[in-house]
């Protein structure tokens, strides 16, 4: 695809990344925030990308 066929929100940039997780019931608003923490950091880290340019859906 090209760059145009992407939606960026205002203020984002090219490295807008939006991230969707699936959880099975049971699990922990603790649990979920660790593992959100932890991918963000990663993300950072590892790729470079910033956490205020990944969106989440709810």
Same mark, same amino acid.
């Given at each position: 695809? +090209? %760059? !145009? +066929?992407?939606?960026?929100? /205002?203020?984002?940039?090219? %490295?807008?990344?939006?991230?969707k $997780?699936? *959880? *099975?019931?049971?699990?922990?608003? #603790?649990?979920? &925030? #660790?593992?959100? &923490? !932890?991918?963000?950091? &990663? $993300?950072?880290? !590892? #790729?470079? $990308?910033?956490f #205020? %340019? $990944? /969106? &989440? !859906?709810?």
């Amino acid at each position: 695809m +090209d %760059a !145009e +066929d992407f939606y960026y929100p /205002g203020g984002r940039s090219p %490295a807008y990344t939006v991230i969707k $997780i699936n *959880m *099975m019931q049971g699990r922990t608003s #603790v649990i979920r &925030k #660790v593992l959100v &923490k !932890e991918l963000f950091s &990663k $993300i950072e880290s !590892e #790729v470079g $990308i910033r956490f #205020v %340019a $990944i /969106g &989440k !859906e709810t």
